[in-house]
Nanobody, 113 residues
Framework: QEKYVESGGDLVPPGGSLRLSCAGS????????MTWHRQSPDKAREWVAT???????FYTDSVTGRFTVSRDDAKNTMYLQMKSLKPEDTAVYYC???????WGQGTQVTVAN
């Protein structure tokens, strides 16, 4: 069955950068639209970014210009490069293929001094 393993989360100061990774398995990774989501303790899970197999990308307004999503299909891995991080980016970050109901364990990103 499909599985997602997110990694790379850390504590970073405001203005810092971080790169998250998402390893997917159990499906044909290169054929799938992949997505990033995040959830803060007091908010519902929200969509962050989408990456199509052909390379097209879409971002939620709050991260546009600061986050970049990419993929390495040879490694069945997707990345989320985050820069100019803000305290409001603090959340657990998750990935999945579009339309999936399966979630990984997520990776914690904390933006604070």
């Amino acid at each position: 069955q499909e599985k997602y393993v997110e990694s790379g989360g850390d504590l970073v100061p405001p203005g810092g950068s971080l790169r998250l990774s998402c390893a997917g398995s159990g499906f044909s990774f290169s054929d799938e639209i992949m997505t990033w989501h995040r959830q803060s303790p007091d908010k519902a899970r929200e969509w962050v970014a989408t990456l199509f197999p052909g390379g097209a990308t879409f971002y939620t307004d709050s991260v546009t210009g600061r986050f970049t999503v990419s993929r390495d299909d040879a490694k069945n891995t997707m990345y989320l490069q985050m820069k100019s991080l803000k305290p409001e980016d603090t959340a657990v970050y998750y990935c999945q293929k579009h339309g999936s109901t399966t979630w990984g364990q997520g990776t914690q990103v904390t933006v604070a001094n």
